[in-house]
């Protein structure tokens, strides 16, 4: 399993990366200097977008609140981006942007609750009448089909169609690269094999599934988990037709049973969809579909794509990993009543693995924690605004167990703490200092900064680091294989970590369980095998309740953050445009930090 937001850096997804241009940690301390200074005009201004567009909502006017409410109906949504979906496909695609666009032609049992902020991180019903039936032991879910529930050409959506959906995640020779939080959940032992080998006669031989009826499907859990519904909400559980299934190649057209449906798409140039006219308005109680159409058009120059949102062209950046350097800057000083600032749900992170001498000592990794600039760090991301919060712990805000008033090293000070620093190098027994490597991604300007903050501070208490830039595109061949981080002697690795879903077990886990580290693809960078961790996780995951399961985590969080096995750099968050045209604009955590798409509009 693996976390994700805009686009999947590595073939198993783990975080997305700002795509602003090279900077190293003096010139971002100029850009923070200039968000700043804007920042003191403008308040909450608003303006007029390029073209057509009404008054701008205001500074933050879509951050834990909808901007520009209206259930107006029609009009073209304009996506524009950078970066094109990994699949359309709903079984296949991992990036978050898809996630939150798929809305738009997939359907799913449960979906996040439309509404801003932290209120989305609940499920609500889709397809299903309710939030489905839980067995007094916790392992049983039994959800009823809405009426109405239609594909395009009008045909009945049923529970076989479901599971059939749902059973493509096990084909992993033809459905590859997509979440597999159903398959580890539903059958751990991995003894389905996909419809596409399945020797029944209605390639639905997935035991832990049942479909008594056309309208009720059943799920059978070997264990209890209490973000089952979490995984029930992403597109990787909603219905493909069998009859409609073209295997790899769906994702090219997928069929639709939601609001809008495809009528043509070019990878990596574009798509456009218009209005299912054979969607059910009364079955769904999720989805506004408001505009008549939507578009989107994919462009590989970044700046030129800042230029044109600005200038009133396009609606949306589709990516949201934030605007460039001079977007940014241009938007904060004219435009300001055009952006929010949200919190991403990712952490931009240090992690110290034990295998690499002398960060087997807890004592040299605090030394690097004290030692290190947090403003510093902070500034290299981009400052508070383009580059977030300075992290205290390693879960972020949007995930329950999260404690703002935890910071055991007294991060949120910001400055280096040279003499604790001393203090910790004399108890790991390197009192002069010790020579380490910095990892980090090529590709990753921010990262590269981030090292060059840590190099420079760490050098004041004789820590020599040295940085080695990598091939960013093979990540999880080398700081992803705990051999080769053994080899390589890469005792600090830059990284950074967003969730599936928005929970300790989709967050954290990965990170510290032992029983994720992998040989390759690994999430667990330092290493840490913990058998008091390990079982807070599981007792966490047996928790139905979301809030008890939220203290569970926090007791996970202050034991790997207490073991200085990661140093959190920031709380991510972005500068994203919004144009004046858009109505029902609300950032959601449930997608790290994006607009949730299902309930724009837009004003003619």
């Not at 992403?234 to 449906?261: H, M, Q, W």
């Not at 043509?264 to 109680?285: C, F, H, I, M, Q």
């Not at 330092?526 to 569970?552: R, S, V, Y």
Request: net charge positive; hydrophobic share 35%; proline share 6%.
């Amino acid at each position: 399993m693996s976390a994700r937001k805009a686009g999947k850096i590595t073939a198993s997804p783990t975080s997305q990366a700002s795509r602003a241009g090279r900077r190293t940690a003096a010139g971002a301390a100029l850009v923070v200097a200039a968000l700043v200074s804007t920042a003191a005009c403008g308040g909450g201004g608003g303006g007029k977008d390029g073209k057509g567009g009404g008054k701008a909502a205001g500074f933050n006017a879509g951050i834990n609140k909808v901007a520009s409410a209206s259930d107006k109906k029609g009009g073209e949504l304009k996506f524009i981006g950078t970066q094109d979906a990994d699949s359309w496909d709903p079984q296949r695609g991992y990036y978050g942007f898809m996630w939150d666009f798929a809305r738009y032609y997939t359907r799913t049992l449960v979906t996040p609750k439309p509404a801003p902020g932290a209120q989305s991180v609940d499920v609500v019903a889709d397809m299903a009448t309710d939030t489905g039936k839980l067995s007094d032991d916790k392992k049983t879910y039994t959800f009823t089909l809405r009426d109405g529930l239609t594909w395009e050409d009008g045909q009945p959506v049923t529970s076989k169609q479901i599971k059939y959906g749902i059973e493509r995640t096990w084909a992993t020779d033809k459905i590859s690269g997509g979440p597999q939080w159903l398959m580890q959940v539903l059958d751990p032992e991995r003894s389905y094999k996909g419809p596409y080998k399945d020797d029944t006669p209605d390639k639905l031989g997935l035991k832990a599934i049942e479909t008594p009826d056309d309208r009720t499907i059943v799920f059978h859990l070997p264990k209890p988990n209490g973000d089952f519904l979490q995984m029930l909400a992403i597109p990787a559980a909603a219905p493909v037709r069998p009859d409609k299934d073209t295997a790899e190649k769906y994702g090219l057209k997928p069929f639709s049973n939601g609001p809008y449906k495809f009528v043509s798409y070019t990878a990596n140039k574009g798509l456009e969809l218009v209005r299912n006219d054979k969607w059910n308005r009364d079955s769904d109680p999720v989805r506004k579909a408001l505009p008549d159409k939507i578009s989107l058009r994919l462009t590989s120059n970044a700046d030129d794509m800042d230029k044109k949102l600005i200038a009133g062209e396009y609606d949306v950046d589709i990516n949201a990993t934030g605007m460039g350097s001079a977007g940014r800057q241009k938007a904060l000083q004219s435009s300001r009543g055009n952006i929010d600032n949200p919190q991403t749900g990712f952490i931009r992170f240090a992690a110290f693995p034990k295998s690499v001498a002398p960060f087997d000592n807890e004592h040299c990794r605090k030394a690097v924690i004290y030692a290190s600039d947090h403003t510093s760090l902070q500034t290299a991301r981009g400052g508070p605004e383009a580059g977030g919060d300075i992290g205290t712990s390693m879960l972020p805000p949007s995930v329950k167990g999260y404690d703002p008033g935890y910071d055991p090293f007294k991060l949120k000070q910001g400055k280096p703490d040279e003499a604790k620093a001393k203090e910790e190098l004399k108890a790991c027994g390197k009192p002069d200092g010790f020579r380490t490597t910095i990892a980090v991604r090529n590709n990753k300007p921010q990262e590269i900064a981030t090292a060059e903050s840590m190099q420079a501070a760490l050098k004041k208490v004789g820590i020599d680091a040295q940085i080695d830039p990598y091939d960013g595109a093979q990540s999880t061949g080398i700081i992803g294989a705990p051999k080769n981080v053994k080899a390589k002697g890469y005792g600090i690795l830059v990284f950074g970590w967003g969730a599936d879903f928005p929970s300790g077990q989709g967050f954290l886990q990965p990170l510290a369980d032992g029983r994720f580290i992998q040989e390759s693809g690994n999430q667990n960078f330092p290493e840490l095998d913990d058998p008091a961790i390990n079982k807070l996780f599981d007792d966490a995951i047996a928790e139905t309740d979301p809030d008890k399961a939220g203290k569970l985590y926090q007791e996970a969080n202050k034991k790997v953050t207490e073991g200085a096995w990661y140093m959190p750099f920031t709380y991510e968050k972005n500068i994203i445009w919004r144009s004046s045209r858009l109505t029902n604009a609300y950032t959601s955590d449930a997608y790290n930090g994006r607009y949730d798409y299902a309930s724009l509009g837009v004003v003619r």
